[in-house]
C-alpha cells in the first residue's frame, strides 16, 4: 500500500494503462481460442453429418434391355433410363405383322437387364403372370437364382442379394424386397405384380 502511495500520478497511470491493456489482451486471446473451438465443433459435427449421410444409387443414364419375339430386330439394346416399351421396340424395327401388341403395355416404364417378349397373335404370353393366379408367380422366399433372373431388372448379382436377404430374414410382404441394394420404386413398380412371399 504505501508502495502505491510512494508513486507519482504519472507512474500510478501508465500502471493503469498496462493492467488495462493486459486484460484486454486476455480477453481477445480467450475470444479468439473460445472462437476456434466454436468453429472446430462446428466443423467435426459438419463432418460427422456427411458420414452418416446414406450414399445414394445413381442410376445408370443408360440401361440395357433383351427384346425377343415378334419384333423386326430382335435384341439387346442401350436406352435411357426413362425409356418406355414403346422406345424398345421402335430401337427394334417395330411390331411384325403378326404381333400382339394387345398383351404389351407400350406406355410401361423399362428397367435394366429387362426381357421383354413380343408375343404372335393366339399365343398366350408367359411374360406377366396373372395376378389372379398366384401359381405363376414367383415366390421371392423360395425360388432359385435361375427363377429369380427371369424377373425384369433382376441380374445375378440381384438375384444373390434376394437370397442373402431371405437367408437372413424371409420376406413377410413383397415391398420388403425395396429393402434390397439397386432395387427402388421404379425397379419394384415392374416386378410387384410378379412376385409374391407364399
Known sequence: MEFVKSLSHR????????IVVVLISLFLIYRSTSTENESYFEETE??????????????LPYIMV?????????????VKNDARIKDIITHAGGFLKDA???QLNLAGKVVDEMMIYV????????QIPSQNDENKLIS???ASLEELQELPGIGPAKAEAIIAFREEQSFTVIEDLKQISGIGEKTFEKLKDLITVK
Not at 66 to 76: F, R, S
Open 140 to 142: 421371392i422366399n423360395s
Open 66 to 78: 433383351d427384346v425377343k419375339g415378334a419384333v423386326v430386330k430382335p435384341g439387346v439394346y442401350e
Open 11 to 18: 507512474e500510478k497511470g501508465i500502471i493503469g494503462i498496462a
Open 100 to 102: 400382339d401388341q394387345n
Open 46 to 59: 459438419i463432418k460427422e453429418e456427411k458420414v452418416e449421410a446414406e450414399p445414394q444409387v445413381e442410376e
Open 119 to 126: 408375343p404372335v397373335k393366339g399365343e398366350v404370353s408367359a
